[in-house]
C-alpha cells in the first residue's frame, strides 16, 4: 500500500483566499483524522472520522474550517478565508479500527502570507 | 482534560548508550498509548501502541511500557544509533479516541 497520500506537499497563499487540503487514507481503513502541527502549540487534532461520518470536530478552530469525507478514499480540508495564523503544517492520518495504530501521511505545509 | 508532557525536551547521547524517554499523563483513563518518530520535515512514523489493558510492547531495540496509575510511559532505546536522531511524540488516546500529543523529545545520537 501507498500509504497516506496527502496533496499539496507544500501551499503558499495569500491572506483572505480559499485553501483546500487533500487526502487519501489506506484503503481499508475506517478512521480518518486531520491534525494541525505549529511550534507554539505542537499537534492538535482538528476532526477525525469514523466510516465517513465526522465524529468529533470541537477540535475546528473557527467556522473558517471545514472537512469532508464523500467516500471511503477521499477527505478534504478547506479554510475559508485563509489568515496568516493558519500557517502550519497539517497532517492527515487514518487508522484500520477503534484503538489500533495510526498512520500519518507526509503532511501539508501551508504558508498564508 | 488530558495534558501529556514529555520529558526531557531534547537529548544528546553517545552512540551505544541505552536511553530511557519520558511520557506522562494527567488522565489515567486511557483507551491506549502510541510512541511516534518524526524525522525533520516529515510525518510521524508509528513506532509502538499499547492498549490500556497491556504493560508494555516490544519491537526490536525499542521498549515501551505503561503504567496507567501513575499516569507514566517510557519508551527504552537499547543500543542507540546515529539513525535513532529524530523527535519522539507519546500520544495519550482517550475512550472517545481522541489523541493528546507531547511536545516531543528531540533526540540526537552522536557517532
Known amino acids: 500500500d501507498a500509504g497516506v497520500i496527502q496533496s499539496p506537499r507544500h501551499e503558499v497563499t495569500e491572506m483572505g483566499q480559499e485553501v483546500t487540503l487533500r487526502c487519501k487514507p489506506i484503503s481499508g481503513h475506517d478512521y480518518l483524522f486531520w491534525y494541525r502541527q505549529t511550534m507554539m502549540r505542537g499537534l492538535e487534532l482538528l476532526i477525525y472520522?469514523?466510516?465517513?461520518?465526522?465524529?468529533?470536530d470541537s477540535g475546528m478552530p473557527e467556522d473558517r474550517f471545514s472537512a469532508k469525507m464523500p467516500n471511503a478514499s477521499f477527505s478534504t480540508l478547506k479554510i475559508q478565508p485563509s489568515e496568516p495564523r493558519d500557517s502550519a503544517v497539517y497532517f492527515c492520518a487514518s487508522s484500520r479500527d477503534r484503538g489500533h495504530e495510526q498512520f500519518f501521511g507526509p503532511g501539508t505545509r501551508l504558508t498564508v502570507l | 482534560k488530558q495534558e501529556v508532557t514529555q520529558i526531557p525536551a531534547a537529548l544528546s547521547v553517545p552512540e551505544g548508550e541505552n536511553l530511557v524517554l519520558n511520557c506522562s499523563f494527567t488522565?489515567?483513563?486511557?483507551?491506549?498509548l502510541q510512541w511516534f518518530r518524526q524525522d525533520p520535515g516529515k510525518g510521524l512514523t508509528s513506532l509502538l501502541l499499547?492498549?490500556?489493558?497491556?504493560r508494555e510492547q516490544t519491537s526490536g531495540r525499542l521498549n515501551a511500557s505503561l503504567d496507567k496509575s501513575s499516569g507514566r510511559s517510557t519508551l527504552y532505546i537499547a543500543a542507540s544509533q546515529p539513525g535513532d536522531s529524530a523527535t519522539y511524540l507519546c500520544?495519550?488516546?482517550?475512550?472517545?479516541?481522541?489523541?493528546?500529543f507531547g511536545t516531543g523529545t528531540r533526540l540526537k545520537v552522536l557517532a
Open positions: 499499547i492498549q490500556s489493558s497491556q
Open positions: 472520522f469514523n466510516n465517513n461520518v465526522p465524529i468529533d
Open positions: 500520544a495519550a488516546g482517550s475512550r472517545t479516541y481522541k489523541y493528546i
Open positions: 488522565d489515567s483513563a486511557i483507551y491506549n
